[in-house]
């Protein structure tokens, strides 16, 4: 069975520090691994994604993740958090790319 | 240029009554995809559809949940005699035909059922 933990329900971070976000899963194989963003009133969107190659990862916005398997984990990171960065973040693990199972999300907030 | 369409976005039903939920995929999708976010939890893969086919369904809950995507119209998420358990949030996803390995899926902004 597949399953994702995201350590922290909810994170304070100052605009312009680093931003880090964990995630730890449990898959018998090489996962398929994601991180969505979810902005207030909007859908999930496509952060980043992982299935093989470099375990660094670049995506949009600014973000990056790192795939660790001996770790089984795939902490997302951003060197400087914008306001508008504020959001529900939600890291999934799948067989493939679509039979996904999502952690149950980490809220972030910006401070000015 | 219009999203993943889900509705209604607040669903209540009583206990033994029927739940629709419905999809429209974004313009020129054909697939689509239904997941469940029970309370304090994360989403979880149901069903895969594509028009007129269900390909995945190995995540619905085995009595009950029923889903659909006719050639016309939008996919359908039928939860028969709710219970409270059924109480979460659903969201609805969809991809294009030509879906290449690890192309995003487009979600919609989710129905939250709530069963009294």
């Known amino acids: 069975a597949q399953s994702v933990t995201q350590p922290d329900i909810h994170i304070t971070v100052s605009e312009g520090a680093s931003l880090e976000l964990r995630c730890n899963y449990s898959y018998g194989a090489t996962p398929y691994l994601f991180w969505y963003v979810q902005s207030p009133g909007q859908g999930l969107q496509l952060l980043l994604k992982y299935f093989s190659g470099d375990t660094l990862v670049q995506g949009i916005k600014g973000f990056e993740a790192e795939f660790k398997r001996s770790q089984s984990s795939f902490n997302l990171r951003k060197p400087s958090v914008h306001w508008s960065d504020a959001a529900e973040y939600f890291c999934?693990?799948?067989?493939?790319?679509?039979?996904?199972?999502f952690g149950a999300g980490t809220t972030v907030t910006v401070r000015a | 240029n219009a999203g993943v369409m889900q509705n209604p976005r607040h669903l209540v039903r009583r206990r033994g009554q029927e739940a629709r939920l419905r999809c429209s995929p974004m313009?020129?999708?054909?697939?689509v995809y239904w997941y469940r976010q029970l309370p304090e939890e994360g989403l979880k893969f149901m069903v895969y559809?594509?028009?007129?086919?269900?390909?995945?369904e190995s995540g619905m809950p085995k009595e009950r949940f029923s889903a659909e995507f006719p050639k016309e119209g939008p996919s359908i998420l039928r939860i028969q005699q709710v219970v409270r358990g059924d109480s979460a949030a659903y969201f609805c996803a969809s991809s294009p035909p030509m879906k290449q390995v690890g192309s995003p899926l487009h979600f919609g902004n989710g129905t939250r059922l709530t069963v009294t």
């Open positions: 999934a693990v799948g067989a493939n790319d679509y039979k996904l199972s």
């Open positions: 313009k020129g999708h054909s697939h």
């Open positions: 559809l594509q028009k007129e086919n269900i390909i995945d």
